[in-house]
């Protein structure tokens, strides 16, 4: 099925590829215990676990730790490949707030047996995505956000997308080379420190402070 996204301004935009970066902010590579990488990491997630605001994540029941990610998302609005950094600004649509859930003891199997992370990035339900914030509200200017992600109203995650090691110019420009950019593609950017445990009944509330925010609620999958 075709999955849309919402701009905050009414319109709707096909939903193209899903990208996703790892290890952008330093503070989150120290709680995982890892480094920033020399090249980015990037993985994928497919359309399928889009969803949208008021939406519901739907926890496997084959994972035990299941873990929230806020993070600032890209939306690519025109095709293109081999995009510097100085012109990937002309490629944005908007931008959103994004959850990157992710299942932690999956992942961390999935690392020590140097296996991908489809499973554990790329579940059902796992990318929630806001409304979308029309570029054209930043005058050709790529802002720098405050992120924030409340579980059940208490604060986990608070951090401003300037302490991105890649920025967003950097991250458009090096997925345009790599894999080509889509109109409807989104780029979840990485997340700050803070990460942590979800459970069945929590709402979790992520905001783009001051411009957009996304409430989704968490339950456990009947099956599978
Ligand atoms: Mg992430």
């Known amino acids: 099925m075709k999955r849309y996204l919402n701009f905050l301004d009414g319109r709707k935009c096909e939903l193209s590829n899903i990208y996703a970066v790892a290890s952008n902010y330093k503070k989150h590579a120290d709680e995982m215990g890892t480094t920033i990488p020399d090249e980015p990491t990037i993985f994928l997630k497919p359309t399928s676990a889009y969803i949208s605001d008021g939406g519901t994540i ?3 029941k084959f994972s035990n730790e299941i873990h929230h990610e806020v993070e600032l998302v890209v939306v690519i609005g025109k ?9 990937a600004v002309n490629y944005i649509a908007g931008y959103a707030v994004g959850i990157d859930v992710t299942l ?9 047996e140097g296996k991908p992370w489809g499973i554990a990035k790329g579940f059902y339900t796992s990318a929630p995505i806001s409304s979308i914030v029309p570029a054209t509200e930043f005058n050709g200017n790529i ?6 992600l409340k579980v059940n109203g208490e604060i986990r995650q608070s951090a401003n ?3 991105m090691e890649r920025s967003v110019a950097q991250l458009v420009s090096f997925i345009s080379k790599v894999f080509s950019l889509n109109e409807g593609d989104c780029i979840f950017t990485g997340t700050p420190e803070g990460v942590g445990k979800i459970q069945d009944g929590d709402t979790i509330f992520a905001e783009l402070v001051g411009f ?4 989704c609620f968490v339950a456990n999958k009947l099956e599978g």
Do not use: H, W, Y
């Open 161 to 163: 997308t300037r302490m």
């Open 212 to 215: 957009v925010s996304l409430t």
């Open 104 to 112: 932690r003891d999956t992942q961390t199997k999935a690392k020590k």
């Open 143 to 148: 802002p720098d956000f405050d992120l924030l």
């Open 79 to 87: 095709d293109g490949n081999n995009v510097s950094e100085e012109d």
């Open 58 to 60: 739907l926890l496997p």
